[in-house]
């Protein structure tokens, strides 16, 4: 707690100014000005993941309400991930009103791609891992570029949405060759699904909210079995 303390009684504005005041100038006091300078700033963060977690979480709930005419307890909580997931490439570098619009277009963006989106291209996504993380994860890293401020952080000097856009690209590109490598390790061992037992059928109902239900009919049996 000392660094944030000392932090608040002389209010500076970056790591240079920390390292200008200290004297002399050596290596190691270099150092310390820079972590007392980041610590004092760690305040901040705790903001702007509850604005955007916030934000999210009504963005999603009125984007439901709306479209099915009731909100949900699943698509509140849904829209809190959104927003956590959204907020976390900004939550060094975006203000409180940064991180307000990226929650609010988290929560909708993310509630049509895991609902609207996943039902219109029909990919297997049980759990919305791309609706909810890969949609958020974008939409945050995309925006980024546009509510990063030096206000915040200096680090944040020329960032750009091209910028953001270029290294979404690589990480995109890299994840998916892991992805497809795993796929094949996994198709080739244990198999990509589980088979279904000879007799049974396996039916996929979409309902409204978060998740696809997925359950077993056994023949000539009324009911679901989960």
Same mark, same amino acid.
């Given at each position: 707690?000392?660094?944030? +303390?000392?932090?608040?009684?002389?209010?500076?504005?970056?790591?240079?100014?920390? $390292?200008?005041?200290?004297?002399?100038?050596?290596? $190691?006091?270099?150092?310390?000005?820079?972590?007392?300078?980041? !610590?004092?700033?760690?305040?901040?963060? #705790?903001?702007?993941?509850?604005?955007?977690?916030?934000? *999210?979480?009504?963005?999603?709930?009125?984007?439901?309400?709306?479209?099915?005419?009731? #909100?949900?307890?699943?698509?509140?909580?849904?829209?809190?991930?959104?927003?956590?997931?959204?907020?976390?490439?900004?939550?060094?570098?975006?203000?409180?009103?940064?991180?307000?619009?990226?929650? !609010?277009?988290?929560?909708?963006? +993310?509630?049509? +791609?895991?609902?609207?989106?996943?039902?219109?291209?029909?990919?297997?996504?049980?759990?919305?891992?791309?609706?909810?993380?890969? *949609?958020?994860?974008?939409?945050?890293? =995309?925006?980024?570029?546009?509510?990063?401020?030096?206000?915040?952080?200096?680090?944040?000097?020329?960032?750009?949405?091209?910028?953001?856009?270029?290294? =979404?690209?690589?990480?995109?590109?890299?994840?998916? *060759?892991?992805?497809?490598?795993?796929?094949?390790? +996994?198709?080739?061992?244990?198999?990509?699904?589980?088979?279904?037992?000879?007799?049974?059928?396996?039916?996929?109902?979409?309902?409204?909210?978060?998740?696809?239900?997925?359950?077993?009919?056994? #023949?000539?049996? #009324?009911?679901?079995?989960?």
């Amino acid at each position: 707690y000392l660094p944030i +303390c000392v932090s608040a009684a002389r209010p500076l504005t970056s790591p240079q100014a920390y $390292s200008q005041s200290s004297a002399p100038r050596t290596r $190691s006091s270099s150092t310390r000005s820079a972590t007392v300078w980041a !610590l004092s700033q760690a305040g901040r963060l #705790p903001a702007q993941d509850i604005i955007a977690t916030a934000a *999210a979480a009504l963005g999603w709930m009125f984007a439901e309400w709306i479209t099915h005419g009731k #909100p949900s307890a699943l698509g509140i909580a849904s829209g809190v991930v959104a927003g956590l997931v959204a907020i976390t490439p900004a939550a060094g570098t975006a203000g409180p009103m940064g991180a307000l619009v990226i929650g !609010l277009a988290s929560g909708v963006i +993310c509630f049509f +791609c895991a609902t609207s989106l996943k039902r219109k291209l029909g990919y297997d996504d049980s759990l919305d891992a791309f609706g909810i993380h890969g *949609a958020g994860g974008l939409i945050g890293a =995309l925006l980024t570029g546009v509510f990063a401020t030096t206000a915040v952080n200096p680090l944040a000097e020329g960032a750009t949405v091209w910028k953001q856009a270029v290294g =979404l690209a690589g990480a995109m590109a890299w994840s998916a *060759a892991g992805t497809f490598v795993v796929l094949m390790i +996994c198709k080739f061992t244990t198999g990509l699904r589980v088979a279904i037992p000879d007799g049974y059928e396996m039916q996929i109902r979409p309902r409204s909210g978060l998740a696809t239900k997925h359950g077993i009919t056994l #023949p000539n049996t #009324p009911g679901t079995i989960d």
